[in-house]
């Protein structure tokens, strides 16, 4: 082998002279043998890694890992003895972009500012301000066009006229006007009317008007109303409640919980988005109450218990600790259920009744009765 072999940076794209090194896999005084991988360089083009050409000894290694580097530039030499020293008018690389080895014609730019003509090109040509990139990177023409997505989604963003104290109420039967005055006092929401496809529109409920149907959700959205609270109890089918719901997500609603000031929650229980909690309701220590469940005026919730999304608590119901209730389960006024019992999903349980073992998946437990299987 020669006794010396000199590693320069290659011209990667010829209208690009300029790369980054993005990666360094040597260190000086390093050995290293022939088709070893030095390091990786990058430009808005292409990635390419430069190898040994031979083996031996790294000397003369003046970079460092995301170093901007120029086509020519030294990139180390490869000796075959360790103590070999490297000539004293070594070159040493650039650390940044001249303006005059670009051939760029704006004269504005930033010393410490790295950047690739066709990113200057594509930043000018948006009118974005160069001052303002960041200085420890190269500046690519990928670069730049994810801060023209980013600027133009935030531009949309920033047109939207959205209110966080408008709120809307999706059904305007019984369950409806509960949840109305329960958002009165609450003095956060500024409620802008109700929807609902079976009351004609105009209507008024408790001095608020009916808005139209689901139809009329997305024009409400449009205009800056963007919460909503489901107020579509689903006593008889709890998939229409759940259905309700989903078409609000797909509009883009949010729906918050909302939890009446006289009901007590302990700390440690977790309340998730769209939760209600009616007057004197009781939610115990480490109790985890699921997206959309129902927790109805005086019904406790004891130590543990755990609610699944959508499950309704009709009023008075009692749950002991440890209590599991699966998904758009329904539990009647006066229910009470025993320690550690498990609801599965999609259960009714009917008011009065007793539950002292585990609820299938579907089960009904009649009103009045005790569950003992």
Not at 143 to 163: G, L, N, P, W
Request: net charge negative; glycine share 10%.
């Amino acid at each position: 082998m020669n006794s010396v072999i000199k590693i320069t940076i290659p011209l990667l794209n010829t209208n690009e002279p300029e790369a980054l090194l993005s990666d360094l896999f040597v260190q000086e005084g390093q050995k290293v043998s022939k088709s070893d991988i030095l390091c990786t360089l990058e430009t808005t083009k292409s990635v390419s890694e430069i190898t040994a050409e031979s083996n031996g000894f790294i000397i003369g290694l003046r970079l460092q890992k995301g170093a901007t580097v120029k086509a020519g530039d030294l990139f180390c030499y490869i000796a075959e003895k360790s103590t070999w020293q490297p000539p004293v008018d070594t070159t040493i690389p650039s650390e940044k972009y001249s303006q005059e080895s670009q051939n760029m014609d704006d004269k504005n730019i930033p010393a410490e500012l790295r950047i690739t003509q066709p990113a200057l090109r594509l930043a000018n040509k948006n009118n974005l301000d160069i001052n303002a990139l960041p200085i420890d990177r190269l500046i690519t023409e990928k670069y730049i066009r994810e801060i023209i997505k980013e600027k133009s989604t935030q531009e949309i963003k920033e047109s939207q006229t959205f209110d966080p104290t408008k709120i809307i109420i999706y059904g305007g039967g019984g369950h409806g006007k509960a949840l109305i005055e329960l958002i009165q006092t609450l003095n956060q929401y500024q409620i802008v009317g109700i929807v609902d496809d079976g009351i004609p529109k105009d209507k008024q409920i408790l001095g608020y008007p009916v808005l139209g149907g689901s139809a009329a959700l997305r024009e409400l959205h449009r205009n800056g109303t963007q919460l909503a609270v489901n107020a579509v109890g689903g006593i008889g089918n709890l998939q229409i409640r759940v259905k309700v719901f989903q078409e609000l997500i797909a509009v883009g609603f949010s729906c918050p919980a909302v939890i009446h000031p006289t009901a007590f929650i302990e700390p440690s229980a977790i309340i998730s988005d769209g939760v209600q909690i009616f007057p004197h309701a009781y939610i115990g220590t480490q109790v985890s109450l699921g997206f959309g469940s129902i927790v109805n005026t005086g019904a406790i919730i004891s130590h543990d218990c755990k609610l699944g999304d959508y499950a309704n608590i009709s009023p008075g119901a009692i749950l002991a600790g440890e209590v599991e209730i699966g998904e758009s389960v329904l539990i009647g006024m006066g229910v009470t259920i025993n320690l550690q019992a498990k609801v599965g999903k999609s259960a009714r349980i009917g008011n009065g009744a007793t539950v002292k073992q585990d609820i299938p998946d579907g089960g009904i437990v009649r009103a009045g009765t005790i569950w003992l299987e």
